[in-house]
């Protein structure tokens, strides 16, 4: 029986009044890139933290790769914020003695071959870089990790578009093909010529999902005029 990367059974999570998933059902294969896509506050980054064990669901249930959130869980995910979470005034081999410390699964010579590939020296402390290369360090610490499911939250938000073109050929090309990479984003058009599959958020439902290639060759549209179409039709967006 296969085994998904991420399945929920009616995930629901609210903060006091405000319902941020609702009844959540998810079941995302392995071995695929996927955009989790919909327009802020739709409930992306909740989603993700919770697949993450940052934070507890309200009801419902969450496994990753089989196993329910927990330690197990946890070292088979590797995750990225949507904002850089390291102190600006660390080095860049600092923070890989970090990583090499925290995760087992850590390939510190990947690591630095795509640093000296970038041209980033370890010596050089977070904040004299600039953000494009700050998010850049983040993303490749987060890849170079041999983990089962990755979790990237807005990897592509706060950069200029050539900083986007590096980011997203990083992902493509150092993963595991059988590992899962799920990307929370907005930005469509720079995004989807990376995914395989798709799916839609809004107000903590799936409104629609699919393959990729699939539903562009059913539609005619881009996954970026299709999600333009879903949302202008629904309030508040």
């Known amino acids: 029986m296969e085994t998904y990367a991420l399945q929920t059974q009616g995930l629901t999570m609210r903060y006091h009044?405000?319902?941020a998933l609702d009844g959540l059902n998810l079941a995302l294969p392995q071995g695929k890139i996927i955009g989790l896509l919909g327009p802020n506050g739709s409930g992306k980054t909740t989603l993700i933290k919770l697949a993450a064990g940052l934070l507890?669901?309200?009801a419902g249930s969450l496994t990753v790769c089989g196993r329910p959130i927990g330690t197990e869980s946890k070292a088979l995910v590797s995750y990225l914020p949507d904002r850089t979470y390291f102190s600006r005034q660390q080095k860049?081999?600092?923070?890989?003695?970090?990583?090499?410390d925290f995760y087992p699964d850590f390939d510190r010579v990947r690591a630095e071959q795509m640093l000296a590939a970038l041209g980033i020296s370890q010596e050089a402390r977070l904040k004299q870089l600039s953000k494009g290369n700050q998010?850049?360090?983040q993303l490749v610490l987060v890849m170079s990790r041999r983990a089962r499911l990755y979790l990237l939250d807005?990897?592509?938000?706060?950069?200029?578009?050539?900083?986007?073109d590096y980011i997203?050929?990083?992902?493509?090309?150092?993963?595991?093909?059988?590992a899962t990479v799920v990307i929370s984003t907005h930005l469509i058009a720079d995004v989807e010529r990376v995914l395989d599959e798709f799916l839609f958020l809004y107000q903590g439902k799936v409104v629609r999902q699919g393959i990729a290639d699939e539903v562009r060759g059913e539609t005619g549209k881009s996954l970026d005029e299709l999600f333009r179409?879903?949302?202008k039709c629904l309030p508040n967006c």
């Open 17 to 19: 009044s405000t319902l």
């Open 56 to 58: 507890t669901p309200t």
């Open 92 to 100: 860049i081999r600092e923070l890989m003695d970090i990583f090499q």
């Open 135 to 137: 998010e850049k360090v």
């Open 154 to 164: 807005e990897p592509i938000g706060g950069v200029d578009p050539a900083a986007r």
């Open 168 to 178: 997203l050929n990083t992902i493509i090309t150092n993963y595991d093909p059988t």
């Open 229 to 231: 179409e879903v949302f």
